[in-house]
């Protein structure tokens, strides 16, 4: 018993001596604050937008809605939160006021507040019923408040940005512990501006007082994290939910164009996708998305919501790539989240937990090329299964090459492989590749660069070893890596892909070929009663067709659904507002291809905005929606404020349909306009009267929808 217990403490004192010797690695460049090691761990949270701009079935409320129509006579912010945790997401922001300036709490800044609206007869408070919600389900809770404001009569002066602090002021000293503090970018332009229905310009940079008005959430949310262009977490530049490839955590940065440096609230978004290797700061990247087309809640919408096939790939392409997962859900106008949107996220959550219920890596034996001071307590490889994000596995300081190998005693199928670095000691690694035993011999079955708080490496098709390998070959400082995860994805049956050609024929595949798969084009779900399809079939109307795969055990896909407008093959350009060399590009704007665009000239004193295209689409009908989808890369062109007109003569013209496309720079999606009654016409005339970049006009398509 005495001679154990002296070489128990002689184990101890010799491994704290080796401890000693060799302590862990120093850290490396930027490095995150405790606020952004919480959030680094949250991955996936939800935003949640619901104002009377839902009631008007816009984007971006112009600042007028009367507060009377803001009545959700079934709200109940329980039902919208519960559904975003079955989705696998551990926090709720809530947009507390977004750009139409009507706050929804009973703020004393100013009287467009919810105090005026008949939700609980004016005595609700929805920030409070969130955030209630969200700490009932165990949730993280956070808050957005827009500084744009059209509604306030003092936005663009010094007197807004008062209120604008107070009303934060309000929010961080109310709703309890934040985990982040949400700040748009989208700033200044038309609004109703108490009445006075202009357009207000402001400089971002200098107009909000960045510096103190963040100094408001420093000192009475010191545990949140700011989001904003230039934040301590940053936009990662787009709506997609995709950070780059590569993306850095780190971040140096960038003056917008014209502008000689970056102040906060403020930086080059495009240079944010993919971050700085070697950045002055920790600055992740967060990947806001919408669950549907926009980030309020349209019905025409309820069959666009994403699924699981595209939620898990932009889960792939934000948490799996070191940044977070920002989905938006709306709630409609009865106060809570559609069937459809409820499902998604559900099926999304199952999906998730399915996957990540295995870790095979855990019943694997894993050795290393070499362990920091052959301390394998402290730097050993069992570190890289423990869950623990902090615990590692280290290599000595000159040690900057080396591998991990994991053995099974029995082959094992997988396709994705995750990696994580103790982020606490910096972003080391730049470069792995992934080697598997097969038949007999090491081959390279994967690779990935930044790897961060967490990198999941998704190999296309599933592999079946018993051996795996991953090799660090890039890395300046020695390597402390914290996890490695072998998971299985759950099979899904492929998802049919839905195509129509220019003449109106509609074929469907799926890729890989799948037992069957059964279609409907009357808008009901596919079952195994529709019918089979067999070849392609000419659908000349608008509609949507939806599809579904079926295995040979009956097992079925999620459906598809695509949303076809009017066939376009009998329409003819009918004028455009440019004469030129452009001519025969307005084809592009009807051909039914959305990569290719039409485009008139940026040349303002030769043709200055409005410009339009009328087209003849051949036969008179009875147009129920009118669309435009802008054109895919760039944004030259892309129409803001726009005009729809009908004709049955191409002389007399009706305007159907005006106003702005909202948010559309940052969410190009095609933009669905249905019209307040059906309009018969032959002809119609798309104009725009601004775009958001150029004076000049573009469109990859425009279209109709006619009534059923
Ligand atoms: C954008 C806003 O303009 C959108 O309306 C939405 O709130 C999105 C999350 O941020 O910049």
Redesign the pocket.
């Known amino acids: 018993m005495k001679k154990q217990l002296v070489t128990i403490l002689g184990c101890f004192a010799f491994l704290s001596m080796t401890a000693q010797k060799i302590g862990p690695p120093a850290p490396y460049g930027a490095l995150p604050t405790e606020s952004q090691l919480n959030w680094q761990e949250l991955e996936q949270y939800v935003?949640v937008?619901f104002t009377p701009t839902t009631f008007q079935n816009k984007?971006?409320g112009y600042g007028d809605a009367d507060p009377k129509i803001f009545n959700p006579v079934k709200f109940d912010a329980s039902q919208i939160v519960n559904a975003a945790k079955d989705g696998g997401f551990k926090g709720v922001i809530f947009?507390a006021k977004?750009?139409d300036g009507f706050c929804l709490w009973p703020t004393k800044t100013t009287s467009y507040n919810i105090s005026k609206s008949p939700f609980r007869n004016g005595k609700g408070d929805m920030v409070k019923e969130f955030e209630v919600a969200a700490r009932k389900a165990g949730m993280k809770f956070g808050l957005?408040c827009?500084p744009w404001d059209r509604n306030n009569e003092d936005y663009g002066k010094p007197e807004y940005v008062e209120k604008y602090r107070n009303q934060l002021r309000e929010l961080y000293s109310n709703y309890g512990e934040l985990f982040i503090t949400w700040f748009?970018?989208?700033n200044g332009g038309d609004g109703y501006y108490g009445g006075k229905n202009e357009k207000r310009s402001i400089d971002r940079s200098t107009y909000y007082g960045w510096e103190k008005t963040w100094g408001i959430s420093r000192e009475l949310q010191p545990g949140a994290v700011i989001f904003a262009d230039n934040g301590d977490v940053r936009w990662v530049g787009n709506?997609r939910g995709f950070a780059n490839e590569t993306s850095w955590a780190t971040f140096t940065p960038e003056p917008i164009a014209g502008k000689t440096v970056a102040v906060p609230g403020e930086t080059d978004s495009e240079k944010a996708q993919g971050g700085t290797r070697n950045g002055k700061f920790w600055k992740p990247a967060e990947c806001?998305v919408?669950l549907r087309n926009g980030?309020f809640y349209h019905a025409n919408e309820d069959n666009q919501v994403k699924s699981v096939a595209e939620l898990f790939e932009i889960y792939c392409k934000s948490v799996g790539r070191g940044a977070g997962m920002d989905i938006?859900l709306a709630p409609n106008t009865e106060g809570v989240l559609h069937q459809n949107d409820v499902k998604a996220l559900k099926d999304f959550g199952d999906f998730l937990k399915k996957l990540f219920a295995d870790n095979l890596a855990q019943s694997a034996v894993i050795t290393a090329s070499e362990v920091r001071g052959e301390n394998q307590i402290f730097f050993g490889t069992k570190n890289l299964t423990d869950n623990d994000r902090y615990s590692y596995w280290a290599t000595s300081d000159e040690v900057k090459k080396a591998s991990v190998t994991l053995e099974w005693d029995k082959e094992q199928t997988f396709n994705i492989i995750r990696l994580r670095e103790n982020i606490k000691l910096g972003q080391r690694i730049e470069k792995v590749e992934i080697e598997a035993f097969i038949n007999k011999n090491w081959k390279k079955v994967g690779e990935a660069t930044s790897i961060g708080a967490n990198r999941l490496v998704r190999l296309p098709n599933y592999i079946t070893t018993s051996k795996l390998r991953i090799l660090i070959k890039e890395s300046p400082v020695s390597i402390a890596l914290s996890d490695v995860g072998v998971f299985r994805e759950p099979e899904q049956l492929a998802l049919p892909k839905i195509k129509r050609d220019k003449d109106g024929n509609v074929s469907i595949t799926s890729e890989p070929t799948v037992n069957q798969i059964r279609y409907t084009i009357d808008g009901t779900e596919p079952t195994l009663q529709s019918p089979v399809y067999a070849s392609p079939f000419p659908f000349l109307s608008s509609g949507d067709v939806k599809a579904k795969s079926f295995g040979t055990d009956q097992k079925s896909s999620e459906t598809t659904t695509q949303s076809f407008n009017v066939c376009k093959k009998d329409w003819r350009i009918s004028t455009v507002t440019f004469e030129n060399e452009e001519k025969e590009k307005s084809m592009n704007a009807i051909d039914d291809n959305a990569e290719t665009f039409w485009s008139t000239a940026d040349n303002p004193s030769l043709m200055p905005l409005p410009q339009s295209i009328v087209i003849d689409m051949g036969s008179e009908m009875e147009i129920a929606s009118v669309s435009y989808l802008p054109r895919k890369n760039g944004t030259g062109g892309i129409v803001k404020n726009y005009q729809w007109e009908v004709s049955t003569d191409n002389r007399i013209w009706t305007t159907v349909a005006q106003g702005e496309f909202?948010?559309i720079k940052?969410?190009p999606v095609e933009q669905n306009i249905v019209l307040k009654t059906a309009a018969k016409a032959r002809y119609i005339k798309f104009s725009g009267k601004s775009s958001v970049e150029g004076n000049y006009i573009s469109a990859a398509e425009l279209g109709v929808k006619t009534i059923k």
């Open positions: 935003l937008h984007e971006w947009v977004h750009h957005y827009s748009d970018g989208a709506e806001d919408p980030w938006g909202a948010n940052s969410n």
